[in-house]
Structure formats: structure tokens, C-alpha cells
């Protein structure tokens, strides 16, 4: 799929967040950079979603939403890193099958 999926304006959205992200981490316990990150890639899926291919909208409306938006790992930890690993397993199946040698035939 080509063409454009973030406009100019949601691209500086999510940069505006990533940069006061880090800015506002540096005084925060670190249990909240996981939970910044994963903000910052749903605000990116959901402003995709609409744009990008069929398989990319499915992988950022299912594993993605359904990671907690308020997740912290300071209880449950093992729950939540299980969370993680699924979401990042989710997504390299789809990269793979995204950018795989088929994918561009």
C-alpha cells in the first residue's frame, strides 16, 4: 500500500507527545516510560487505523487497543511483561508477512 497515513498535523501531534514524553519521564518513576511508549503507538494506530492496509487496522484495533492504556508494571509484573510479549510477538507477524519477500511480488 502507498500513500500517506499520518497528515503533516498528526505526525506533529504525536512528535509533540514523544518530545514532552521524554521531557516529563526524566522526573517520573520508570514504570511509566512502558506506559508512555504504549500511548504514544496507540495515538499512532488509531490515527493509521483509517488509512493503512486492512491486515495494519486489524493488528492496531485488536493486540494494540487491547493492551490497558493505564498499564504500569508496578503490580502483576509477570502479567504485564506476558502482555508485552504478546503484543510485540502480534506485531512481528504482521511486519513479517507486512515486508516479507511475498508481500511484494
Known sequence: MSGLVLDED???ELL???VTAARTQVDEAAEYGPMRLLTAAR?????IAERASPET???VRGPLADMPELAVPRAERDAYV???DE?????AVHL???FG???ST
Request: charge should be positive; include cysteine.
Open 57 to 59: 487496522a486489524r493488528l
Open 43 to 47: 495515538r499512532l494506530g488509531a490515527a
Open 16 to 18: 509533540a507527545y514523544l
Open 82 to 84: 506476558a502482555r508485552l
Open 10 to 12: 498528526a505526525a506533529l
Open 87 to 91: 503484543l510485540c510477538r502480534a506485531l
Open 96 to 98: 513479517t508477512a507486512h
Open 101 to 103: 519477500p511475498e508481500s
